[in-house]
């Protein structure tokens, strides 16, 4: 038994108190006292005691009042409580034990019975302790987890914004067999008015897979600005993709390239399905196979940059997949297959995707893919034809609106999600998504979490400091029952700026102590530097419950 373990003795009776007192010390055990339930509860806050005998007849609070009380200053963490009763009938037992009794001691004290009642029950808290322990490390874990996913899900999605300009040609469908992608779909157009599409399937799936995505997707951006064909693009990835992956992983890949009139096709495929070139109208039907090895398995010297080349006219259709497509399999472990895909392309109402994806979903019915499935349909024909002239410039109308989110609403939703949706219909908005959302998502955050939360960023200075804030903030965010945060949009046509108004029904803070943290390079106030880094103008109320947030959608 550990010489630190601590017992509190809870009665009305100084006799009674004395006598267990002796007992225990004189057996090893630390001891505090308490007269009445009362002082129990004001004696266990101070000294954190390991174990209870609770006299069950006391003034003031008995011990059927104080033991649920106990048990819910406890937490999480199993507090033995053994009440010390002369009470012999059943039901006063019962209710003991319904109340969150553990145990009972019968007066007159027997010492043998005493020591081992609290010795089996010591055991039962250290497990307790432990498992506590390791659950708050997981919860640690699993926080950090979900924050780097969070990271990393925006960097992904930062890095593919402006993907799909063309909505007038493309049609594509997108499912992961996980979180991440490991196929990758990028669009974008060149310096002549050509465009050019890239889909590539990454060894394996999810988060490792999708890693080599990134450097993939920046790299391929950058050469088509330069007007680069798509054979000289994929010998640029591929000699990045040798640096960066592993000798077991690779990337199959298609790369594409539609001249600005929609009338030749410039076709790189390396490792991928067969495509389909298909012309209805002269009830055409071609098959493009895979000429060369996947990207990232040749050295430069052994890679061959040859493409194919396309005469296309403006009725037809080039569809590319990944394999995920044609490997999803159904209940009998029967594979889609190259076959009936091919069968089923060639008739033109399943040459539009979702009646694709709803023959595969009818096939496999219900069966979960183990792969990344991808599919897109290029229509060929002038690229900017029907491209929006305007797409670059901004509203001319004034938009505003405004959301109050009540405690029910703050705890089921994420309004910030919403009001962002409604946000990027202004025209020219949509281009600035994220960095409107990260401005949002902070300068609400910091209402929820300092306004109505009350919540002291001086939490984050222990060592578990940011785990027991994010876990404080879950659990009075779960409490909270009252208040509200009032979210005013409005944009400025004349400025082009778009301004976020977040009061909440909080206390508010101190203003200048607040910005006095900028100078202070151990400091918490993340939120506020980063508005000021990121946003045009940043305001507070003299109370510190309302900040406006103003961004120029011309200069960013």
Partial sequence: MKPTFKVLIVDDLELNRHLLQHMLKHDGF???????GLEALDVYKKEKPDLVLLDVVMPHLDGYETAPMLKELAGEVYL??????ALEDQDSLTRCLDVGGDDFLSKPFERVILHAKIKAHARIRDLSQKAFEQKKELDFYRLKTEREHQIVEHIFQRAFEGNYKVPHLLDFHLSPASMFNG???LV???PTGNLYIMMGDFTGHGLAAAV?????SSSFYSMVQKGLSVGDIAIQINDILLKLLPDDMFCAASIIELNNMGKSLSVWTGGTPDMYLIDNQNDQFKTIESQHMALGILESDEFDAASMNYSVSKQEQLIVFTDGLVEIMDENGEMFGYERLTELVKQPHYQEIPNIIDELNYFSGGVEQDDDISILSLRCDEVNSNLDQ???SYSKLAHSFSLTVDAEAIRSSDPVLEVIDM???IKGAKEHRSTLYLLLSEAYNNALEHGLLELSSSIKDSDDGFLDYYMQRDSLLNELTSGHIIIDVNYVPEQTSLYFTVTDSGKGFNVDAKKSELDNEDAHGRGFVLLQEIASSVEYNDIG???KVGYQLNEA
């Fill in 30 to 36: 630390d001891v505090v006292l308490a007269n009445n």
């Fill in 80 to 85: 033995p409580i053994i009440f010390i009763t």
């Fill in 183 to 185: 196929d990758i779909m």
């Fill in 188 to 190: 974008e157009l060149g």
């Fill in 212 to 216: 080599g995505t990134l450097p993939v």
């Fill in 390 to 392: 305007n797409q670059y």
């Fill in 423 to 425: 946000v990027t219909l």
């Fill in 545 to 547: 419950n309302q900040v």
